[in-house]
């Protein structure tokens, strides 16, 4: 299937047309620091339009068949990788990720419309009598808004969109200010497939967001971001009612037993603390390793490491790209900073050289306090902390001490004493033997303060549609 789209020129999509606005803004290349494409910058008129034709199209959408959204979907997968290219090199410029990662992340989101367009929501019978039927059904909410960070858009975006208009609703996506351009092209291409008002797209800044969730249209919203703002978003959502999905932050720790075969999990581990720069919020982040393996793991993983290419995305072999905006950078900096002044030891790396692009070059800290800032704090940067533990309890109450609890994971050659660690864990995903393996079919969320409710999988489809239960009684 042939894709004809302009990627130079951007606009917001709003009941399927293209619309300009008065002001426009632009996000930075994080390799370069020099300007993306102007984007628009949308006001209160324009999410009102918006809000307007997402009301009048689930009017209609609403009622479609499971086959005609499956149809639709399908048809838009098939676009999405016909120009997989365009919009991998699309996400480089804007995310600043290696162009391998980006078409990594393209392929799994035409994979991610299949597979969740593919799912029966389920009609229960409760209860059945001569007289009488009880049955529980899911009907769609109405207008959804999705928030989209920075370091997924294209995944975590249409994630949003399939499981909204899937499940009858429309959908209004708002992309990260930092990364605007592969979600605006991703819904200007939906346009060829869904109805207008189905799927629209606004571009703003900071403003934009508490506008979409205090704006009483819409009736479900869909975050992915800090903690911190995870918490704005749920008060605002308050006012109004709003369904509201979380996906936040996390600092997950991973535990390598003794038993490992450490020649075989360090390239593993390497890469799933380090892939995308750390810029996941269920990368490895806080890595337990057993005393009597210590030395022998933590100089293997030094070396495993210093193997990683750092530079911009589009050169080749290219490993760890830039931190993605000029905010995190600095968040990063002022983290590297304890490494001085809390006398931490860098085993790698340890400081951030100036160069044209926010690149910070992976950093491992060895055995570090428990309480100091690289452990305490979910970096979103390129450093890791590796801890010794010794005995089991204690592991998993350091484990489980945080606030959050996103994901863990557990690395043992014996399942049952895996097993065992990993049903005490308190996070939302648990790996044995492998960490961050996200499945469009399996339910992704968080514990604690890393979430509330969850994405993906049946039960993620679901929280895009109300429960309603009917009782009929065969006689009055």
């Known amino acids: 299937m042939a894709v004809n789209l302009d990627f ?27 300007p993306n494409p102007e984007v628009p910058l949308s006001t ?21 068949s499971f086959a005609e959204r499956r149809a639709a979907l399908n048809g838009y997968a098939d676009a999405i990788e016909a120009s997989a290219d365009n919009f991998a090199k699309l996400l480089t410029m804007e995310q600043g990720k290696p162009l391998a990662q980006s078409a990594t992340e393209l392929g799994m989101a035409s994979s991610w419309i299949r597979v969740i367009s593919g799912f029966e929501i389920p009609r229960n019978i409760i209860d059945e009598t001569e007289n009488r039927t009880i049955i529980q059904r899911y009907t769609p909410i109405g207008v959804a808004a999705a928030i989209v960070p920075w370091n997924f858009p294209v995944l975590l975006a249409i994630g949003k969109i399939t499981q909204a208009v899937y499940a009858g609703n429309s959908v209004i996506v708002k992309p990260s200010p930092f990364t605007p351009y592969c979600d605006l ?35 479900k919203v869909s975050f992915t971001g800090s903690i911190l703002t995870g918490k704005r978003v749920m008060t605002s959502c308050a006012k109004t009612l709003k369904r509201v999905t979380l996906e936040l932050g996390g600092n997950d720790p991973a535990i390598i037993c003794d038993d490992v ?30 005393e009597s393996i210590y030395d022998t793991f933590l100089q293997k993983l030094v070396d495993f490491v210093k193997t990683f290419k750092v530079g911009e995305g589009t050169e080749a072999d290219v490993f760890v790209g830039p931190v993605q905006n000029k905010m995190q950078f600095e968040k990063a900096k002022d983290l590297f900073q304890t490494i001085t002044t809390d006398k931490l030891k860098a085993v790698l790396g340890g400081d951030i050289q100036d160069s044209a692009g926010y690149f910070i070059h992976p950093t491992i800290i060895d055995n570090p306090p428990e309480d100091s800032r690289v452990v305490q704090e979910e970096p ?48 939302g995903s648990v790996w044995v033997n492998s960490h961050f393996e996200v499945a469009p079919n399996a339910p992704f969320g968080g514990h604690k303060q890393s979430g509330m409710g ?11 549609c109300n429960s309603q239960t009917q009782w009929l009684n065969k006689s009055p």
Request: proline share 5%; charged share 20%; with cysteine.
């Open 8 to 34: 130079t020129i951007y606009h917001n999509i709003i009941n399927n047309e293209l619309s300009s606005t008065s002001s426009t803004r632009h996000s930075i290349n994080p390799a370069t620091q020099k």
């Open 44 to 64: 209160q008129h324009d999410l009102d339009r918006a809000v307007k034709a997402a009301r009048d199209a689930f009017d209609h959408w609403s009622k479609t």
């Open 185 to 219: 092209k991703l819904v200007e291409l939906a346009t060829r497939f869904f109805p207008p008002g189905v799927v629209q797209c606004l571009s703003g800044d900071d403003s934009l967001g508490p506008m979409i969730t205090e704006h009483p249209g819409i009736d």
């Open 261 to 290: 075969d450490i020649d075989a999990v360090i390239p593993k581990v390497g890469i799933l603390s380090y892939l995308c720069s750390a810029q996941i919020c269920m990368m490895i982040k806080r890595l337990y390793v057993h």
């Open 380 to 427: 979103f940067a390129p450093i890791l902390p590796v801890l010794k533990w010794s005995d089991e309890k204690d592991v998993i109450e350091r484990a489980n001490a945080l606030d959050t609890g996103l994901g863990s994971s557990v690395w043992s050659k014996d399942l049952d004493r895996a097993q065992r660690i990993a049903d005490q864990l308190q996070s």
């Open 454 to 464: 969850v994405e993906w999988g049946l039960t993620g489809l679901l929280a895009y």
